[in-house]
């Protein structure tokens, strides 16, 4: 299963690091990745597969949402599908 994960912010070294960390530890496998920073803030949006994960995708949701405010970040994940059928025009 393929899910969305977006990250969104006020940019600061290591967003990048420790999210790819914490999901790598869950066994979640980044098949893309794209970042920006828009004058102060970071936007990322990545492409994961979760077929080798350790944890269900609501956990994991919940989890990046922990990490989220840890980090002062905003961080969901959704479901491919799901993702796609909010951005169908």
């Known amino acids: 299963m393929r899910a969305v994960v977006t990250v969104v912010g006020k940019d600061k070294t290591g967003?990048?690091?420790k999210v790819s960390s914490?999901?790598?530890e869950r066994g979640v496998n980044i098949l893309d990745i794209?970042?920006?920073i828009l004058q102060d803030y970071f936007a990322?949006?990545?492409l994961v597969?979760?077929?080798q994960a350790n944890i269900q995708l609501s956990v994991l949701s919940e989890e990046c949402?922990?990490?989220g405010r840890k980090i002062?970040?905003?961080i969901h994940v959704q479901h491919?599908?799901?993702f796609n059928a909010m951005h169908k025009v």
């Open 44 to 46: 990322m949006i990545m």
């Open 22 to 24: 914490f999901l790598a």
């Open 80 to 82: 491919e599908e799901i």
């Open 34 to 36: 794209s970042q920006t």
């Open 72 to 74: 002062s970040m905003s």
């Open 65 to 67: 949402d922990k990490l």
């Open 49 to 51: 597969d979760l077929s």
């Open 15 to 17: 967003i990048i690091a």
